[in-house]
């Protein structure tokens, strides 16, 4: 039997730019999109209070996760 864990990562974006993120455009469909687009499973929850700030619910570990998002582009703090 394989037991699977969920995981919870917490990252923020280091640069949103010249983006108009509030309540109608966040980043979490983009980040959503690219690591679906990267063939991890996973549910992306952007933060209220912090639009550059996300969290990501998945099986993968964080390294991974991080990997499919550098890779794409996105810069994160560190």
């Known amino acids: 039997m394989t037991i699977h864990e969920t ?3 917490t990252f923020a974006v280091a640069d949103l730019g010249d983006t108009d993120n509030d309540q109608d455009r966040s980043i979490v469909p ?6 679906q687009n990267e063939g991890i499973d996973c549910v992306v929850d952007g933060d209220d209070m912090n639009p ?10 964080r390294q991974i996760v991080e990997q499919a ?3 794409n582009g996105i810069g994160l703090e560190q």
Do not use: C, D, G
């Open 30 to 35: 983009s980040i959503n999109a690219v690591l």
């Open 69 to 71: 998002l550098t890779a």
């Open 7 to 9: 995981h919870k990562h």
């Open 52 to 61: 550059a700030s996300f969290t990501v619910w998945t099986y993968s570990p």
